[in-house]
């Protein structure tokens, strides 16, 4: 994949056009055919959301909704997502929010490894422009994402990992889950007070 990175001499990430940059590269992962999702997708869904408040969430895949509309997170499991950034004190926009892979797997299936490993440079590219404080995130697939590791959500959830050394980590529930299972968005909420102190954010009253 061809690389935005900043040329030699560039003092920082901060010093050059992080808004350009991204959408030099939500270009090149429009019309990217490193893998075989890309003959299905109706368009890549890139990201939304600036990530100017520190925080980003990074979900497994898109799903039909994202897949027709190009915006990760807009489906249900989004609506419940915007309902949970919102809870922690948050405008929608101010967070960033993108998912593993950038095209709809089949039947919303699991993203394969090989998926995965290809459209990883996209990710990886969008945190170190955006730069985040911290990662939430959102499933196991997420988290094999990051951090290349299989363990399961349910061991995971709660407990602070690091990306690449450099970034907190906060793995969860993905929304979808918290549709099926209601009860677990008290420990989804958990860990989200867990972000917000991590970040020195007051916690806001439940309402």
Request: glycine share 10%; aromatic share 6%.
């Amino acid at each position: 994949m061809p690389s935005v990175a900043a040329p030699p001499g560039e003092a920082s990430i901060g010093a050059v056009d992080v808004p350009r940059r991204l959408a030099v590269l939500a270009e090149l992962a429009r019309v990217c055919t490193r893998c075989g999702l890309s003959k299905q997708r109706k368009q890549a869904v890139f990201a939304r959301g600036t990530g100017s408040a520190g925080l980003c969430f990074v979900g497994e895949g898109p799903g039909a909704d994202e897949d027709a509309q190009g915006l990760p997170f807009v489906g249900k499991a989004g609506q419940l997502l915007d309902r949970m950034i919102e809870a922690m004190g948050f405008d929608r926009d101010e967070v960033y929010v993108c998912n593993v892979v950038k095209c709809r797997p089949p039947e919303n299936r699991k993203p394969e490894l090989d998926e995965m490993a290809a459209c990883s440079p996209y990710l990886t590219e969008q945190l170190e422009l955006v730069a985040p404080r911290v990662i939430v995130a959102l499933g196991a697939t997420a988290v094999q994402g990051l951090l290349g590791t299989s363990e399961g959500i349910t061991r995971m959830r709660g407990n602070w990992k690091s990306y690449r050394g450099q970034i907190d980590v906060m793995p969860t529930f993905h929304p979808a889950y918290l549709l099926r299972n209601p009860a677990a968005k008290r420990e989804v909420w958990e860990d989200l007070q867990e972000v917000l102190r991590r970040m020195g954010r007051s916690i806001p009253a439940r309402r």
